[in-house]
């Protein structure tokens, strides 16, 4: 498909300018951005922007997709409770096709929510990666394997069947949490990480109570606890990362590792505010997930962004806490680099056309005082005229282009509650 | 207008339990809540709901509409310094055709967010009823008078003039704020309050700074030292009430004043977080509001629900700290209340038709759990599918009925940008 955008705003987020113009995407990439140029090239569809606004897609850097069943499921309770009395009974039931199908549902919620790419985090992983190609979609996993299950050689098989034979999946080592892990098997995950070179990515430091029982388990907190196990000589990084200590953040900085902030989730659970103007200032690459749908209980990364500056600003009792303008980054540049998506993270030529358009015939764009942090503090799901990954558009005006009918995905989502619940 | 919405579920509010069924409007009042049921009724229009969700519109119960002109104008700065530095100069020159028009502006974006009426308190009260009557939206104004103006004899007039004149507007005592008014002024409106029977409206305790001042001025909070002037003899409320003392809550409870919450202010000024829990447990009535534009950014109630429960969870450490159902009932029946709206509040025959559709066939509402509390944990104002106000339909899939061209309002509104700034 050759689609030609004209009439556009685009963000590029190599920097934060505008360009006025154009932008071409020929089979899946982007082979132009800028001034109005209409080349002799037979277009598949030309599309008038009206002056809307392009930008990369956002990374949704954290989440668990199959999820979606336990949504408004058990609401209420914190963390460690809900997880043992609610989720985990209900997820030992779950099959690959069910967890398939909730993904599903997922991936139509991370579209109206311009989200091109999530790193996710789940049970079933073959199957995960076969919905989200059906889809077209683009999905990072990373192992969610704990003292229950599966084995590390289940690990190791996935990290290589998973890996390089499709565009649009990757998979991460990766870990549940220090809590839910023993020490023999966390380091024989970083073993493997020697043995791959690879990046490891675990929950890190969510809750004060985690913390306080790695310190009571090994007197050290999760993060200087793994990071003197080998875990991060190749990189990775932590989702929440909540309840940091200055050591901690020291780790960050040095193995350059990622912090993929969820306030969503930190604040429905109650688990606390992490410090993300600090994170910043350090230099500590920072991104932006939902979590689970479970723990949100939605998918939106707008109102994630939302709720990064304004739980900053309270955290710090400071009004300028965070720039609008960094939160899009963590959103886009940053969620990219967590998750190693170097090919889709900013709109310029030769990359993945992973891109949406915002409306700003809306009027919450409107006037147009500062339109890049006007998307950030007043955008919604609303905006989001169109999301197209690796140049296809799965997502336009509202209607999905995703294979299968939404009302069968809702109503096979509807079925699998009933039957396990 | 006679207008028929069958295959409905409906939420009424007078209590949480779902209606299936139907919802008949005639002469802009509801006139069947129940089952299915047509009776032999030439109608103007029948609406498929498709098992949509029903509801009484969302109440803005703070807000000042006419400063979207200031909307991501001047980020980043706290209270005191954003409203003398940045606001007051440039409200200066705004005329009351401008504040219509920017009122406009906030008006189509409260359509989009289910918004059926707003309290407002800004400049030109006259200019302003004048717009929302035009555009047939549910207004309740209140006085911002403070000691640079106006008049307290312009305040009485107003009080009188627009007044009962308009089913769809009416006005309300009320001054700024403590910090901007003299003893002199504050007792002059006390009076009124009581020559009328009249509640009396204030921002109130937003600050620590504004607790901290008055009490240096007075020897007591806000709150106190207003009650001690007889100003709450006949009820109100207060906008923000963030910082309050036991006796603060106190007066509110004794009073039956409304508190009308704003979370998506007190977050981007660094403002705090109110005590919403404890407000409950006292037995006060809790509305919410978006404030103004300038402050926020944006006039979106779905997300001022979600940072309700959310900043009280982080507040109380508490993943149960505020119920969703709770939440609901301060965006609905909670307003109605604080805005004194009781012909509009719920749903029940006789009722003003102040209505929204809900998009139930959108994956953040799937699968159905807890319909109510997923609305407020997982909805946005993508979920809006038509907004009634007083049995017309001002919003639907996307469209705006107003009487104006929204791209006339936005071109005007960036006229006026260009021409003040």
Redesign the interface.
Known sequence: MNIRFYNARILTMQDTKLVEGELHVKDGKISYIGSENEPDVKWDREIDCKRNLLLPGFKNAHTHSGM??????A?????QE?LETKIFPLEAKMSPSDVALLSK??I??YL?SGVTAVFDMYLTPESIADAFIECGMRLVQVSGINKFGPTLEVLEERYNKLNGVNDLTSFKLGFHAEYTCDRELLEKISELAHKYHAPVYTHNSETRKEVFECRQRYGMTPTVFLNSLGMFDYGGGGYHCVHFSDEDIEVFKNRGLSVVTN??SN????S??APVKRFLQEGINVAIGTDG?SS?????M??EM??V???S??R??????V??VDVLKMATIGGAKAMGLNDCDVLSVGKWADLIMIDM????M?????IV??LV??????NVKLTMVAGKILYED?KFNIGTD??V??RE??D??RRLT
Request: charged share 20%.
């Open positions: 979606t069943l336990m949504r408004t499921y609401d209420g309770l914190p963390l809900w549902l997922a139509l919620e109206t306030p969503g604040t429905k659970l109650a606390g505010i749908p949100n209980n939605c998918l939106d707008f109102k939302s709720l500056f304004s739980l600003n309270i710090e009792e400071d009004a300028s806490s720039d609008g015939h809306q009027p919450n409107q006037p147009e005082n500062d942090r006007n503090y007043s955008g919604s799901k609303q509202g939404p009302e995905i809702y989502a509807n699998i509650l």
